[in-house]
């Protein structure tokens, strides 16, 4: 199924309106589940109405803006400080980045040379049925499962809460929500961006287990227990042909010796310490384990 056709319904109403509204404008939102606002700043949002989400730019790892997300405005409460749950809720597999919105033809207002002063203050604004549809059209470009996106939401409630046990019942299905969960926060966590080379090129980006998925089902989940990798350094780090020092810093397997072309490829990265997140980096712990049972010195 594609998000835009489980949207059909609400798109062929014409009392639908549609929106693009901010994350993390008030400790009371829980991303995909609800949604807070003031009646006072903004009174058109209605039950039923459709909107994609935004990660503004002060709450981003990497300064720049991304949307991620849609879902349907559910049942309101509330006079001046309203609240919504959220319904038909769906994650992008890969968000939407700023720059790729750069050439995008808005119907509801004119973008101007730069994005100063295009988004409300307040973390709402409404668009066009357009815009929403075109938005939604960027990232439609995978088949969502039945239930399979209420899963992902469902297992980044359980990281939040800190539970971070997986049975192997879960750990080894084919669609495997938890992970995709754990994935996607982890990369966010680290701006979209390898934490040793930098590359940002997000469907080049995994996150990379440090105790591997069969080694530790109570840390499957664990933010802590992963780092944002691109595929050549997670395979690199999984193979043990390198890993991290208590410094962070990189520390390079002379098992590599045998390949000039895997030298060329790691050895710039050597001692080198690795980008950090602003919350959850690397567990010491985890990083000890991988160097003892994983390392290839």
Aim: glycine share 6%; proline share 3%.
């Amino acid at each position: 199924m594609r998000i835009i056709d489980a949207y059909k319904t609400e798109l062929e109403d014409t009392a639908t309106n549609y929106f693009v509204i901010d994350s993390g404008n008030d400790v009371d939102d829980r991303d995909f589940q609800t949604y807070t606002w003031h009646a006072s700043k903004n009174d058109k949002i209605r039950e039923g109405d459709l909107f994609i989400y935004r990660k503004p730019q002060k709450l981003s790892e990497n300064r720049f803006f991304y949307i991620y997300g849609t879902g349907k405005i559910g049942i309101i409460s509330g006079k001046d400080k309203v609240n919504a749950s959220l319904i038909k809720t769906f994650q992008f597999t890969y968000p939407i980045f700023q720059k790729d919105l750069e050439d995008f033809d808005w119907k509801w207002k004119t973008k101007g040379r730069s994005w100063e002063h295009f988004w409300g203050q307040y973390g709402i604004n409404r668009i066009n049925k357009e815009d929403f549809i075109g938005l939604v059209q960027l990232a439609d470009n995978n088949e969502y499962e039945d239930g399979v996106s209420e899963e992902i939401i469902k297992n980044e409630i359980e990281i939040e809460n800190e539970d971070y046990y997986v049975p192997d019942a879960e750990a080894y299905t084919k669609t495997r929500p938890w992970q995709a969960a754990w994935s996607k926060d982890l990369k966010e966590n680290y701006g979209f961006r390898c934490a040793v080379c930098g590359l940002s090129t997000v469907e080049l980006l995994v996150g990379s287990h440090i105790i591997p998925v069969n080694a530790d089902k109570n840390n499957r989940k664990n933010p802590r227990n992963g780092i944002c990798l691109c595929v050549l350094h997670d395979k690199a780090f999984d193979k043990g042909y390198m890993t991290l020092d208590l410094e962070y810093c990189v520390k390079v397997s002379n098992k590599i010796q045998d390949d000039s072309v895997l030298v060329s490829l790691l050895e710039e990265y050597k001692d080198k310490k690795i980008h950090l997140p602003s919350k959850y980096p690397p567990s010491i712990d985890f990083l000890n384990y991988h160097r003892e049972n994983i390392y290839k010195e």
